[in-house]
């Protein structure tokens, strides 16, 4: 008679240990039908990833006559981009002052995106003859090989005699903010620059954010220039309905104290 409960321990145990062997079973099997369904999404997004490239690539096409026409009527603006550059905030912290003077020389810029968009771009500056450098066309391209390794290459600035301003530190210009730099590099040191080809930022900010719409940091400074003239005028109207205010208080104490007079002159 001892011996059963301690026999109904053991078949508690088995049972106990029978429920979890087949929540570890059930529970492996979930995880393998995720993965199915997670490579079923994959694949998805992957045949997803296709036809979005093939989309961008033939609305690119179509973007082309209208980027032309547009960088012709860009070129009837004297110191279009200098001034879109300096508008940016980003690109703005770059410049010093002798860059802004050369880049009033930039005459036209583009974008190239390759025919295989995943593969890179490229952007040209056009300048026309400045005393800067000889010449008319830099460019840098960002390249991405086939193991999505990236990579990127400059044209080689010819630059005149004593006029390499990637050899020479300057002050700020005067539409940019200063960096934590004791001396503030050139915006052409960046041709220079292949160190991170995959992160950088200078050639992500012109290809994404400028070249879609230059005229709105063109216009940037007028735009800030309407804000503080309506600041300045609201600023005025406040203060002129105060001095209305303060008059109008002023009258009617005026008003107060003649009938308070008048009170007193009918009790005499």
């Known amino acids: 008679m001892a011996t ?59 973007r082309q006559p209208f980027f032309q026409k547009r960088s012709d009527l860009i070129g009837k603006i004297p110191n279009f981009w200098v001034t879109a550059f300096i508008n940016h905030p980003q690109v703005s912290a770059l410049l010093n002052e002798e860059d802004e003077e050369a880049l009033q020389y930039l005459t036209k810029v583009e974008v190239q995106e390759f025919e295989d968009i995943k593969s890179g771009y490229k952007i040209n500056f056009h300048f026309d003859t ?63 620059d292949h160190g991170d080809a995959g992160a950088d930022e200078v050639g992500e900010v012109i290809k994404d954010d400028i070249w879609p719409n230059p005229l709105q940091y063109y216009l940037a400074s007028e735009i800030e220039e309407e804000d503080d003239l309506d600041d300045e005028d609201g600023a005025e109207d406040e203060e002129e309905g105060d001095e209305e205010d303060d008059e109008a208080e002023g009258e009617d104490d005026g008003e107060d104290e003649c009938e308070e007079e008048g009170g007193e002159e009918d009790d005499a």
């Open 4 to 62: 059963q409960p301690k026999q109904a321990k053991t078949e508690g145990k088995n049972n106990h240990e029978a429920t979890d062997e087949q929540a570890d079973k059930e529970q492996q099997e979930a995880i393998e039908q995720i993965d199915e369904v997670q490579n079923e999404i994959d694949r998805l997004n992957e045949n997803a990833s296709e036809e979005i490239l093939k989309v961008e690539q033939k609305y690119n096409k179509l």
């Open 130 to 192: 400045n005393p800067y450098f000889d010449n008319k066309t830099i460019s840098k391209e960002f390249h991405l090989n086939d193991t999505g390794e990236p990579s990127s290459k400059s044209t080689t600035i010819t630059w005149k005699a004593g006029k390499d301003l990637t050899g020479k530190a300057s002050s700020p210009g005067k539409g940019g903010r200063k960096r934590n730099h004791e001396e503030q590099e050139s915006f052409f040191s960046w041709f220079l």
